[in-house]
């Protein structure tokens, strides 16, 4: 039994050849974009999902690789020598690092997609400067729910539900962080949605009560073949959480 | 009432960011520089979420996050003055984008623990800290240059100014400290582009004074060092 806390539970291929047209060419040609744009990731990572998201948006196909963390593959080492870190999005062999650089990339070179980011300046700032708040937030104090104590864990349980209450004030009662059309903040947020079970059980809170509209607005999402297809059941989630908790040592 | 208005003062190297680059499209603003210990009205009302500088004003809307507002300034702007920040290709948009979250995220960090550090072991565990990330913008200069001048080539880009703003911290703190933080023996890169980076006009006309931003470190050390020393008494 390998010794990382990654759990490769089914063997999802993320080969996603999302194709109109039925003919053999477009087949082919389909079959030669995917060689050219490659995803290296871990099944759970929130952002990894986010690349994920993204390049289904767009309906662009690609090949996934799953990374083993405790055994880095030579390619990832090589495509992000800085970090060292998943997702990588390799285009035409050119490597692109951090998640939130990649889906800007995806939204500029296909551009006959959906746009990710808004057209007006104002409403792009506002994109990026939530999308960087999520960044900056979720994951970090997150952590400090599962992995902290006492005092510590009472503080990150208060910044936490701080947090939501943010993003719920600025979700408002639109349909999505970006208005009527699933964009950038959309894109950047919600692959933690399937963490919420997760924080609010380590968390010792509900995320149901504190933010509601968000808890909705996630539900919304689900409903995008692109979420749904690329986000975890909580539970799954849950799981993984738990394994790293043991290899840890944390109670 | 100006239509553009920015909150901050040059010897914030976030705020020198966005200064600088107005001064490259050439816009005229209002600077509202915010008294030291005290936030503004106006600065609580335009950045609720975090509360700090720089923050921009644009036909009263507000636009915060160094970053963001420098590529909102690249896009409100686009041909003005010294033409795009922002490199052209999306390759080289996601390049520049990538180390500047590393110099936000890794470099500036052990920049500031340099200025923290309380036992010698401390500040040279910072300094080489520092330097390591130094060498790896070295490498990334020589790439993204490719011989030119700027880590935009022929102009001054994006990552020239999200790290060039820093300049001028880094050489106060070389001297306060009696350090050398950027090498120019393991940086010649580096040490040439900072050179060309400060003899841009654009740059030159935002620039703080060396020894405004000496006095400013040498000051916030002072304040530090008290505050710790009252700490423990």
Known sequence: MPQTASLHLTNRLHIHIVLESESERERERGARMAEAVVLLDVWVSPFGQRCRIALAEKGVAYEYKEEDLANKSPLLLQANPVHKKIPVLIHDGKPVCESLVIVQYIDEVWSDGAPILPADPYARAQARFWGDFVDKKIYDCGIRLWKLKGEAHQEAKKEFIEILKVLEAELGDRKYFGGDAFGYVDIALVPFFAWFYTYETCGGFSVEAEAPKLVAWGKRCMERESVSQTLYDPLKVYEFVCSLKKKYGIE | ?233
């Open chain 2, 1 to 233: 009432m100006a239509a553009v208005k920015l909150i901050g003062s040059p010897i914030s190297p976030f705020v020198l960011r966005t200064m600088i680059a107005l001064s490259l499209k050439k816009v005229e603003y209002e600077l509202l520089p915010e008294k030291l210990g005290e936030k503004s009205e106006l600065l609580l009302k335009s950045n609720p979420v975090y509360k700090k500088i720089p923050v921009l004003i644009h036909h009263d809307r507000p636009i915060c996050e160094s970053a963001v507002i420098v590529e909102y300034i690249d896009q409100v702007w686009p041909e003005s003055g010294y033409g795009a920040i922002l490199p052209a290709d999306a390759y080289h948009r996601a390049l520049h984008r990538f180390w500047t979250f590393y110099v936000d995220d890794k470099l500036f960090p052990s920049l500031v623990a340099i200025g923290k550090a309380e036992t010698e072991e401390a500040k040279a565990e910072a300094v080489e800290q520092f330097r390591a990330g130094l060498r790896l913008l070295e490498e990334a200069f020589v790439k993204l240059s490719e011989g030119k001048a700027f880590f935009g080539g022929d102009q001054v880009g994006f990552l020239d100014v999200m790290l060039g703003c820093f300049v001028v911290w880094i050489e106060a703190m070389e001297e306060v400290l009696s350090l050398e933080l950027l090498e120019e023996a393991t940086m010649p890169a580096l040490h040439g582009w900072v050179v060309s980076f400060r003899a841009h006009e654009a740059v030159k006309e935002v620039m703080p004074e060396s020894g405004k931003v000496v006095e400013f470190f040498k000051m916030i050390r002072a304040m530090r060092m008290k505050a710790a020393a009252d700490a423990t008494n």
